[in-house]
């Protein structure tokens, strides 16, 4: 059964940094992985989507790297603001079916 | 498109009342997810649908739950009867599936689900 995993659970900046969160799933055959945006007490909203055959994902301050060999995503927000604060939570799709699995997210609070 | 529509936004009842949770899907998305959020478990699927037809349900805690998709713009998940450890938040969500095609999920902003 597939596992994801993100570290940190939480963390927590000044504004400005740079950071990288981190996300591994323990079966290599996905058929693509996306990173989400959760703020409290809302939905989801999909930030990036990687499919299996790339290694990378841009979009604005976001990047998001893929190694789906070793089993690990990275989402790299750069020159981070306020408004970044919220959960962020990584989901892989095994094999070409609908069973998206989630890790636990990352708590991630920027300071102004 | 108004996004994924869920209904109630929050509900509160009684042990042992049923309650019935609903989800308009993105129009011209044919697969539909139903999950349930809590602080100790995070994000659990619960069932997904393609088709309208259930694909997988192994996600349905027990017996006392229950989904339907009787068309492609209207799913509900049902509780009957309801306890306290449901509590939770239930999102649906929806996506266009064609082929091995990309599944890019799209909330809705959630049903908050507290049983007392």
């Known amino acids: 059964k597939q596992e994801v995993t993100q570290i940190p659970a939480a963390l927590s900046v000044p504004e400005g940094e740079n950071l990288v969160l981190n996300c591994s799933f323990t079966?290599?055959?996905?058929?693509?992985l996306q990173w989400f945006r959760q703020d409290p007490g809302k939905g989801l909203t999909s930030l990036l989507l990687?499919?299996?055959?790339?290694r990378e994902q841009t979009s604005g301050r976001l990047n998001a790297s893929l190694d789906k060999s070793s089993g690990r995503s990275t989402l790299y927000i750069a020159a981070s603001q306020p408004g970044d604060s919220a959960t962020y939570l990584c989901?892989?799709?095994?094999?070409?079916?609908?069973?998206?699995?989630f890790g636990a997210g990352t708590r991630l609070t920027v300071k102004p | 498109d108004a996004g994924v529509i869920q209904s109630p936004r929050h509900e509160v009842t009684e042990m042992g009342q049923e309650v019935t949770l609903r989800c308009k899907p993105i129009?011209?998305?044919?697969?539909l997810f139903w999950y349930r959020q809590t602080m100790m478990r995070g994000l659990e699927l619960l069932i997904y649908?393609?088709?309208?037809?259930?694909?997988?349900d192994s996600g349905m805690p027990e017996d006392r739950f229950s989904a339907k998709m009787p068309n492609a713009s209207f799913s509900t998940l049902k509780i009957q009867p309801s306890e306290p450890r449901d509590s939770a938040v239930y999102f649906c969500?929806?996506?266009?599936?064609?082929?091995?095609?990309?599944?890019?999920?799209?909330f809705g902003a959630g049903s908050r689900l507290t049983v007392l």
């Open positions: 649908f393609n088709n309208n037809v259930p694909i997988d």
């Open positions: 990687i499919q299996s055959s790339q």
């Open positions: 129009s011209g998305h044919n697969s």
């Open positions: 989901a892989v799709t095994p094999g070409g079916n609908n069973d998206m699995r």
């Open positions: 969500a929806s996506s266009f599936r064609q082929g091995v095609g990309a599944n890019v999920l799209t």
């Open positions: 079966d290599s055959a996905i058929y693509n």
